[in-house]
């Protein structure tokens, strides 16, 4: 293959540009080396640089990556259109992670493969070439259903899976966050697929369905005898998941009292079944999610600090529906297709009018409230394409209505916690008690509805 492009290494290691000097130069046009990131601004001012390899760290004794990130910004004013991959160690992943956000393109781990370093600075100057052509950018691409989960093209969720798919390879925990009905169990299912354990099993544990008097027999397991009722030995989900991935899902639920016991399991990577006393080690890589804010919740004592931190190595936060309104569209065509073939129906397409409601909506309840909503209405539809009054959407939705008469309505919110019980409550008088149509209406599951209803004692 021709080589092609001009790469800037930048590194203090001269050692390390060396190698790289041999190796790439097989590869690419020119490869320029410099080991200081001051001459930057000079050398893009002379030089029709493509890409840069960028260290992250140059000053003696100072590891913070803050650097990097300075002469990232600085690469991406000068010269908007090179592409920018950091280069850093693994204990600087987070860094890193900050800096695709900012605008590198990738980013490679020292010590480095050289086939996996390759790769990443020819797909980076791909993208080069393709904006070049005046093709727009091909990172993200929708996947099918069965190779995993549907992204979508908009620019709000293209750093999210940039990083996902960064990060998936690694064991490093991770932390999911985002609103209800975003999709946080669907990302936790797509980083286990793309996983070096996704020949293991995965298992998924709703943290606000456990009682409190479960809870170590669900996540530990428990000897036969142990307590009433423990007729065998039973397996807990730590256990179970050995090899795999465990999820968290709702992890703020748990309470206070119990989260010492599950961050010294998520420490120790063993754990104690209820009635023995020998410790039992487990190989899992850990996901948790949740749609509140830790910490808030550690400012407030509700969440324990250092359990924050554990399960915190990686944070992927997914933005809401309306923040990526380009998806709205793709996603609901996908669930019409979904449901037309189980419900047997010939709907194909939506006309203009439920086109332009659909786009309108504010999806408080995002993507589970709009797979819903196409559910209903494809059931409702008798033709081949799907009209606007199907959806049952009002014109101007802005999340449940106030109730009149509701006294509790005219009060000023302080907490998020006190915006959330009202509108759970105005949700289920709204429905007259039916907890099917209020958990619909909200976007969440009616197991996670009865869990705020004992939240809040409504």
């Known amino acids: 293959m021709a080589k092609q492009g001009i790469l ?33 601004p000079t050398l893009l001012n002379r030089e029709a640089v493509d890409i840069v390899l960028l260290d992250m760290n140059f000053s003696s004794g100072i590891n913070s990556g803050n650097e990097g990130l300075y002469w990232l910004r600085e690469i991406k004013r000068l010269r908007p259109q090179t592409e920018v991959v950091l280069f850093t160690a693994y204990a600087d992943i987070n860094l890193a992670v900050t800096g695709i956000k900012e605008g590198a393109a990738d980013f490679v781990v020292k010590p480095w493969e050289n086939a996996r370093l ?41 750093p999210l899976r940039m990083l996902v798919e960064k990060v998936s390879t690694t064991d490093a925990n991770i932390l999911i966050t985002g609103e209800n009905g975003t999709g946080k169990d669907m990302l936790a299912r797509e980083i286990h697929r793309l996983s070096n354990r996704k020949e293991g099993p ?76 020998t410790q039992q080690p487990t190989n899992i890589r850990l996901i948790c999610a949740t749609n509140r804010n830790l910490e808030d919740m550690v400012r407030n004592g509700e969440f324990r600090e250092d359990l924050l931190y554990r399960i915190n190595t990686i944070h992927l936060h997914i933005p809401a529906l309306r923040e990526r309104k380009e998806d709205i569209l793709p996603l609901a065509k996908r669930f019409l297709e979904q449901y037309a073939r189980q419900y047997g129906r010939q709907v194909q397409a939506f006309s203009p009018e439920a086109a332009r409601r659909l786009l309108e909506h504010p999806w408080y309840g995002n993507i589970r409230e709009l797979q819903h909503t196409v559910e209903k209405a494809v059931i409702l539809s008798d033709s081949d394409k799907l009209r606007g009054d199907m959806l049952q959407l009002a ?34 008088d709204q429905c007259e008690g039916n907890l099917s149509q209020a958990a619909a209406m909200l976007g969440i599951t009616r197991q996670t509805l009865y869990n705020k209803m004992k939240r809040y004692g409504l």
């Open 202 to 277: 995965m298992i998924a544990v709703d943290m606000g369905a456990i009682t409190e008097s479960l809870f170590e027999s669900e996540l530990f397991g428990h000897v036969k005898g142990s307590f009433t009722d423990a007729h065998t030995d039973r397996i807990g989900r730590f256990e179970a998941a050995d090899g795999g991935t465990l999820f968290l899902d709702e992890i703020a639920n748990l309470p206070y009292h119990l989260q010492a016991k599950l961050l010294t399991a998520i420490q120790k990577r063993c754990f104690v079944k209820v009635g023995s006393n």
């Open 8 to 40: 800037l290494v930048v590194d203090d290691n001269r050692n390390i540009l060396t190698s790289l000097q041999y190796l790439l130069g097989e590869y690419f046009e020119r490869v320029i080396t410099i080991d200081s990131p001051v001459t930057i």
């Open 395 to 428: 014109s101007t939705a802005s999340g449940p209505e106030p109730v009149a008469g509701n006294a509790e309505a005219e009060v000023p919110f302080h907490t998020l916690d006190e915006m959330e019980r009202s509108m759970v409550k105005r949700a289920i």
């Open 118 to 158: 390759v790769q990443t600075l020819q797909e980076a100057y791909s993208r080069i070439v393709e904006v070049r052509k005046g093709k727009k950018k091909t990172a993200v691409v929708p996947v099918a259903s069965d190779a995993g989960m549907y992204w979508g093209n908009s620019q709000a969720i293209r």
